[in-house]
């Protein structure tokens, strides 16, 4: 089972851009659906984005569909997520998780997660 392990949080005024990074340690991702979740205080972990290594459109959620953009690395074991636009309602810790199969909008499919990492973004 592969395990993913997120770097590139961190604090940022609105309208600023950030990119983060998901890594597979010891494999690679081929095979496995990559996710972005989030979760701020006291709210649930929402969907953000997805997408399957070996093929497929990119699924968004709506409230970041034209500013954030997932992507595969070339190397076939980093994910990434190129956020633009920023707002504060962005504000949370940002989760990679994968599964064996197609992607998945609900987080309970997701059966390995990274250990998270925060962005900030400041008004």
């Known amino acids: 089972q592969v395990q993913p392990v997120e770097s590139g949080g961190g604090l940022v005024q609105a309208g600023g851009s950030l990119r983060l990074s998901c890594a597979a340690s010891?494999?690679?991702?081929?095979?496995?659906?990559v996710g972005w979740f989030r979760q701020a205080p006291g709210l649930e972990r929402d969907f953000v984005a997805a997408?399957?290594?070996?093929?497929?459109?990119?699924t968004y959620a709506d409230s970041v569909k034209g500013r954030f953009t997932i992507s595969r690395g070339n190397a076939k074991i980093t994910v990434y997520l190129q956020m633009n636009s920023l707002k504060p309602e962005d504000t949370a810790v940002y989760y990679c998780?994968?599964?064996?199969?197609?992607?998945?909008?609900?987080?309970?499919?997701?059966?390995?997660w990274g250990q998270g990492t925060q962005v900030t973004v400041s008004s």
């Open positions: 998780a994968v599964k064996i199969g197609p992607v998945s909008t609900d987080y309970q499919t997701y059966n390995a």
């Open positions: 997408l399957s290594w070996s093929g497929g459109s990119a």
């Open positions: 010891e494999r690679s991702f081929t095979s496995y659906s």
